[in-house]
C-alpha cells in the first residue's frame, strides 16, 4: 500500500487470502512475483517521488511437531529513495526498514 502516512499501526489481514500448501526444506527460499497490477501502482509511487510503500503479510505454518505457528511482517520503504531510473527497479535493500508496527511470530 503506498501512502503518506510514515507511522500506519494497523496491518489488516484478510483471513480469504491464505493460499497454498508449501513445503519450504531448510535453508532453502520461496520467491513469488507480483502482479501488473501491484507494479504499475509502484512506478506511479516512484515517479511521485514521496510517500511511503508497505508490504505486511502472515506466513502461517506447521512446524514440523504438529504446532500450528505464524509470522507477521511489515517491511516500510521510503519512496523517496526508490531509483527514479526506470532501468533499475525497485528499491534498494539499504532502504528498506521493518516497520515499528506490524510484526510478530508465536
Not at 8 to 36: Q, Y
Not at 80 to 87: I, K, T, Y
Request: proline residues 3%; hydrophobic residues 35%; aromatic residues 16%.
Amino acid at each position: 500500500m503506498f501512502v503518506d502516512e510514515r507511522w500506519l499501526k494497523e496491518f489488516p489481514i484478510n483471513e480469504d487470502s491464505f493460499e497454498g500448501k508449501n513445503i519450504i526444506a531448510a535453508g532453502i527460499e520461496m520467491r513469488k512475483g507480483t502482479t501488473a497490477i501491484e507494479s504499475q501502482s509502484f512506478y506511479a509511487a516512484r515517479n511521485r517521488g514521496s510517500g511511503w510503500l508497505y508490504v505486511w503479510g502472515e506466513v502461517r505454518y506447521n512446524d514440523g511437531f504438529d504446532n500450528d505457528r505464524f509470522t507477521k511482517f511489515c517491511f516500510r520503504y521510503n519512496m523517496a529513495g526508490a531509483s527514479p531510473d526506470p532501468a533499475k527497479e525497485g528499491i534498494s535493500k539499504e532502504n528498506a526498514r521493518y516497520h515499528a508496527y506490524g510484526n510478530d511470530a508465536d
